[in-house]
């Protein structure tokens, strides 16, 4: 879902949009691969603005460093404005990051750093670098896991 929340219009689309996503890993020691593509269409709001066709894609390439709990790769989120002109359409970022699970009391949390250039962007606003950090808290065993309704 998307919801105009911005509190300055330059900032926001001021559109409302849904669609569809989805989720695939695989996860078999040392590795962790994965793709998490969604996509948005607008369907309400401000008559004055652009219509919102994008899709966004985000991949994860991560590998565990022997003998430790870091884990080196990348996690890029490739955009694809669909309404955008020829230049402006493809934004992806290629990069470098590490992340590692800590407990702070009895709550184990994920941090991440990574930095990205971007290898594709927008002619008209796109960034040419992207640094980012995450902290997340990490759910060991979601309850769906523990007690499944179909199977045994």
Same mark, same amino acid.
């Given at each position: 879902?998307?919801?105009?929340?911005?509190?300055?219009?330059?900032?926001?689309?001021?559109?409302?949009?849904?669609?569809? @996503?989805?989720?695939?890993?695989?996860?078999?020691? /040392?590795?962790? *691969? !994965?793709?998490?593509?969604?996509?948005?269409w607008s369907y309400a709001g401000d008559d004055d603005r652009d219509e919102i066709s994008l899709t966004n894609t985000q991949l994860f390439l991560l590998r565990t460093i022997p003998g430790t709990q870091w884990k080196l790769g990348m996690t890029p989120?490739?955009?694809?404005?669909?309404? @955008?002109?020829?230049?402006?359409?493809?934004?992806? /970022?290629?990069? *470098? !990051?590490?992340?590692?699970?800590?407990?702070f009391g009895k709550i184990p949390v994920r941090l991440l750093f990574e930095a990205q250039y971007y290898v594709a962007r927008p002619d008209d606003y796109g960034p040419r670098w992207n640094f980012r950090v995450l902290i997340a808290p990490v759910i060991p065993k979601p309850a769906a896991l523990r007690n499944p309704i179909f199977g045994r």
């Open positions: 879902w998307l919801f105009p929340t911005a509190t300055v219009d330059e900032l926001g689309s001021e559109k409302y949009g849904v669609g569809p @996503a989805s989720v695939a890993f695989w996860i078999k020691e /040392p590795w962790i *691969l !994965g793709i998490f593509p969604q996509h948005i989120n490739i955009l694809v404005d669909w309404k @955008a002109d020829g230049g402006n359409k493809y934004s992806v /970022p290629l990069g *470098l !990051g590490a992340t590692k699970v800590y407990k």
